[in-house]
């Protein structure tokens, strides 16, 4: 397991679960409020968004926990074919729960599955954001994406995946 220090204490990443399942659509309908248009309309749909991207993202679905309990999720395909990019480690979902956001939950969760990536040969990490979430596509750009397209109400982000220390 991948750890690190947020800001109130250790943040454990590991995989994620069928049993996590309930837990997360709660956690991603209150991380998607104000901001509904992205999300999904009801907890069903959520659930059953989740459970896809429990199937498709075998290795990369990872929850986050603190203080004993599960704070944060993200669902990343380690080998995802982008008509566009070629091969790039994908990343379709992440979400911190509001009280734990700014608290390095988010960055731990990227770093996660940016050694998946680096694991699995990739070097070039994507994700798409809706375009009126601010607050992310600021996060994702101090954190080295830049936003390459669009598509309808979505913007189309990437970075090179950073090296770990020591390699």
Same mark, same amino acid.
């Given at each position: 397991?991948?750890?690190? !220090?947020?800001?109130?204490? %250790? ?15 709660? /956690? ?6 104000? =901001? #509904? #248009? ?13 459970? *896809? ?26 080998? *995802?074919?982008?008509?566009? =990019?070629? !091969?790039? =480690? ?9 009280? *734990?956001?700014?608290?390095? $939950?988010? !960055? @731990? /969760?990227?770093?996660? $599955?940016?050694? =998946? ?5 990739? %070097?070039? @990490? ?14 994702? @750009? ?11 109400? *979505? ?11 020591? #390699?």
């Amino acid at each position: 397991m991948l750890e690190g !220090r947020p800001a109130t204490g %250790t943040v454990t990443i590991r995989p994620g679960t069928l049993e996590d399942i309930p837990v997360l659509v709660d /956690l991603f309908m209150k991380a998607y409020r104000g =901001l #509904e #248009e992205y999300g999904e309309e009801s907890p069903d749909e959520a659930r059953h968004y989740l459970k *896809w991207l429990r199937r498709t993202c075998k290795e990369g679905f990872l929850v986050a926990e603190a203080e004993g309990k599960v704070v944060g999720f993200i669902a990343a395909c380690s080998d *995802w074919k982008d008509w566009e =990019l070629g !091969r790039v =480690l994908e990343i379709h979902e992440i979400a911190v729960a509001p009280a *734990w956001q700014g608290k390095g $939950v988010g !960055r @731990a /969760l990227l770093k996660a $599955v940016f050694a =998946l990536g680096q694991a699995c040969g990739m %070097t070039l @990490a994507a994700l798409w954001v809706g375009e009126r979430n601010y607050r992310a596509r600021s996060w994702y @750009a101090k954190l080295g994406f830049r936003e390459i397209g669009r598509w309808g109400e *979505w913007m189309r982000m990437i970075c090179t995946i950073p090296v770990a220390k020591g #390699e």
